[in-house]
């Protein structure tokens, strides 16, 4: 039975999703099949691009065993892949290829709209295509203006049609060649949200960006660089003058700054701190060096322990009453009676497991972990080398003590040295 980890999606949004053969990734999503069988149709298959000119698999819908946020598994072993290299069956839809972005006449016959998305619902153990989606929202989404999208457009569900009043036009009008272009005059700039400038900003090249950038008033460029991304504000930060940069700097909260100043090399970032009034150049030293703060500070104990005895059945019909209110709830982590760190299950091993399998006989043993006395630094650096969605966190006698997850570092930039 498939595990659905939410119960509708955007065919925009799952489409790239990673695909595994229970344990080890082949691909990404490509496109869904579906097919007209009742009210709304439903996904019958889904197709999974792979990478090095390996053929584009084509999989049941049945073969597939969850479908989170971030990825898909399937319930196919590495050895039966070859009898699922074949293009779709005849008589199947192709929800990317032959309905996204294509045009379609509105209920009156007047207006031509164009699809921009494709809801999917989960409903009795099936994948739905329930409504086509053609408003401004979906569309700045698909270019990645998610901020701007929220700003400028709303969830209007006035602008879906049900897929039982849709009527895709014939393949041969080919596919939607238009696009939706952002201009900003001048005189516009000083009128528009930070939050959104920086989405602006971070979708231009680096000749427009700087450009951009430097018409914009100081009070205006430093909430600015406080919004967008860290690869964007080294290159801000870099192709501006040091004495310009103090200055934006100085016009943020301490945290902000350093915020900012941590994802600069030390010399670039001692560079700048020396250039700050003395007040806020001492808070912001102060905040950089609580980065090197035991990681055991910000690690949780509201997390899964199992013993190694317990099956894949028994952890499963416990798994919604193991998972109550935990901070992290995709990992189960096997300790023996001594709270020792024996390995850790996947969710997604979990599922693809054989009932009477132990999580002993599952688990992976040699586990990534960071020692009690590491610091935020170091779970860093450690997220970006491997990225695990957590690390657990042991004691000398290998003990666990906490987990520390991902998103909690994020405040955190290791420095360029």
């Known amino acids: 039975m498939v595990t659905v980890l939410a119960q509708e999606f955007f065919l925009t949004e799952i489409l ?7 344990r080890h990734r082949v691909g990404a999503l490509s496109d869904l099949a579906i097919v007209e069988t009742g009210r709304l149709p439903e996904v019958t298959h889904l197709l999974v691009s792979r990478p090095y000119g390996y053929p584009t698999l084509t999989v049941p819908w049945d073969k597939v065993l969850l479908i989170s946020n971030t990825e898909i598994a ?117 009128d528009i949200h930070p939050v959104d400038l920086a989405d602006i900003l971070e979708e231009l090249d680096s000749g427009q960006r700087v450009a951009l950038f430097n018409q914009l008033d100081p009070a205006h460029a430093s909430d ?43 010399s670039a970032a001692d560079e700048i701190l020396k250039l700050l009034d003395a007040e806020t150049g001492a808070k912001v030293s102060q905040i950089l060096s609580k980065h090197d703060e035991q990681v055991l500070l910000y690690g949780s104990t509201a997390i899964i322990k199992v013993p190694p005895s317990m099956t894949v059945r028994e952890a499963l019909a416990q798994y919604r009453e193991l998972s109550r209110d935990k901070d992290e709830a995709m990992y189960l982590y096997v300790v023996d009676d001594a709270g020792v760190l024996k390995g850790v299950v996947d969710v997604r091993q979990l599922i693809s497991g054989q009932q009477d399998d132990t999580l002993a006989s599952l688990m992976t043993e040699h586990v ?50």
């Open 16 to 22: 790239g999703r990673r695909v595994f053969l229970k």
């Open 74 to 190: 399937l319930d196919i072993d590495e050895t039966a892949v070859a009898q699922y290299e074949r293009g779709p069956s005849e008589g199947l839809i192709l929800l990317k290829e032959y309905i996204l972005d294509k045009k379609i006449l509105d209920l009156d016959d007047h207006e031509v709209e164009v699809v921009y998305d494709v809801r999917l619902v989960f409903q009795n153990g099936r994948l739905h295509a329930s409504e086509v989606d053609f408003s401004r929202y979906r569309a700045l989404r698909r270019l990645g203006f998610k901020r701007l999208a929220k700003l400028l457009t709303a969830r209007n569900d006035s602008a879906r049609v049900s897929w039982l009043y849709v009527q895709p036009l014939p393949s041969h009008l080919g596919s939607f060649s238009g696009s939706v272009k952002l201009k900003v005059p001048k005189a516009e700039l000083a």
């Open 224 to 266: 600015t660089l406080e919004e967008v991304e860290p690869r964007v504000q080294r290159e801000l930060i870099s192709a501006i003058k040091k004495e310009r940069a103090a200055q934006l700097i100085n016009d943020m909260t301490p945290a902000q700054a350093a915020d900012v100043l941590g994802i600069l090399s030390r």
């Open 368 to 417: 990534i972990s960071l020692a009690s006395d590491a610091t935020l630094r170091d779970a860093v650096a450690q997220f970006q080398r491997y990225g695990f969605r957590a690390l657990p966190i042991t004691d000398p006698q290998d003990r666990l003590l906490a987990v520390v997850s991902q998103r909690d570092t994020r405040s955190v930039k290791p420095r360029l040295d």
